[in-house]
């Protein structure tokens, strides 16, 4: 599968960039909009940074978590009047594959949603290839417990020596059984790329009128998400793990928790947290300097 050639000559204590440009074009969730997307080689200490190339002048957008403005549904960045929305699922693959600094150049509002899972632009990320560069990757340590909460919704930090999640979902769903609710495990690049980067975004096909009332899910389908309706999985394939939607959610924190500007080394603890309560964590470790130091790997 695709996870052993992204990870393959990866020297984990460098910084990597992208080999050569690479595109490709897609439909966005929340807008709608056909959405052109190419990555470009970037140098040392860049990290992530969005580009508005259709607004004149463009605009850059860094993922970092300081200009995380809309939370609803996605992870939306806006830096001046430039906004870069569903944000995660790209960062997520970056996490995955290893990749520290990229220029993403955008042609509209929205990242494309491919699939609804990391997989496409893990492969988009190894058909560019990486290249390590000449400066150390820094981590983020976590030396003491930071969390928020939001009425029975939590997400914490805690110390540890890798980075681990814990996370659990509760929708009370028929096809959403308790036993596979949660996600627990050690999220080392390998284990991400091959049981978390392909686990697609859900919806309910009740709430379907609502969102796009809002202005939300206009591109949603279920070629691009897993949908439900009150009793059932709608998609014909089914699922693609038995607990993808809480997988999904891993999926989620990981790209969310990215918008620190580095990786964390810690374990992530959650129940029923989303976009919200993840950048509001993002900010209380960055607020609370005694809680982290830095570690070069």
């Not at 259709?54 to 995380?68: I, K, M």
């Not at 430039?82 to 594959?97: D, M, N, P």
């Not at 390998?190 to 980067?197: D, M, N, P, T």
Request: proline residues 4%; charged residues 25%.
């Amino acid at each position: 599968m695709f996870a052993n050639r992204a990870t393959q000559n990866i020297r984990l204590e460098q910084q990597h960039t992208v080999a050569r440009a690479v595109s490709a074009t897609g439909v966005a969730l929340h807008s709608g909009v056909r959405v052109r997307l190419t990555l470009q080689p970037a140098p040392v200490d860049h990290g992530v940074v969005f580009r508005r190339i259709d607004l004149s002048p463009a605009v850059d957008v860094p993922a970092r978590a300081e200009l995380v403005k809309d939370t609803r549904l996605a992870t939306t960045l806006v830096k001046d009047d430039a906004k870069v929305q569903t944000v995660e699922h790209f960062l997520a693959a970056c996490v995955g594959c290893g990749l520290d600094n990229v220029l993403v150049e955008i042609d509209n509002i929205e990242v494309p949603i491919m699939d609804g899972s990391s997989a496409p632009f893990v492969f988009l990320i190894e058909e560019a290839g990486l290249v390590a560069q000449s400066a150390p990757r820094k981590t983020i340590e976590v030396l003491k417990p930071v969390r928020v909460e939001a009425g029975d919704k939590y997400a914490e930090l805690l110390p540890s020596d890798t980075f681990s999640v814990d996370f659990t979902i509760d929708f009370a769903h028929p096809a959403i059984p308790d036993e596979h609710c949660r996600v627990t495990m050690e999220l080392g690049p390998q284990a991400f790329l091959e049981h978390i980067s392909r686990a697609r975004t859900f919806g309910f096909s009740f709430e379907a009128d609502m969102l796009r009332a809002i202005g939300l899910a206009q591109g949603g389908s279920m070629e691009n998400a897993v949908v439900l309706d009150e009793y059932k999985v709608l998609n014909r394939e089914g699922l693609r793990f038995a607990d993808e939607l809480a997988r999904h959610k891993v999926l989620d924190a990981v790209g969310d928790l990215f918008l620190l500007g580095h990786r964390v080394q810690a374990k992530y603890h959650a129940f029923k947290s989303g976009h919200d309560l993840n950048n509001k964590l993002c900010r209380a470790l960055l607020a609370d300097r005694d809680a982290w130091r830095w570690k070069q790997t």
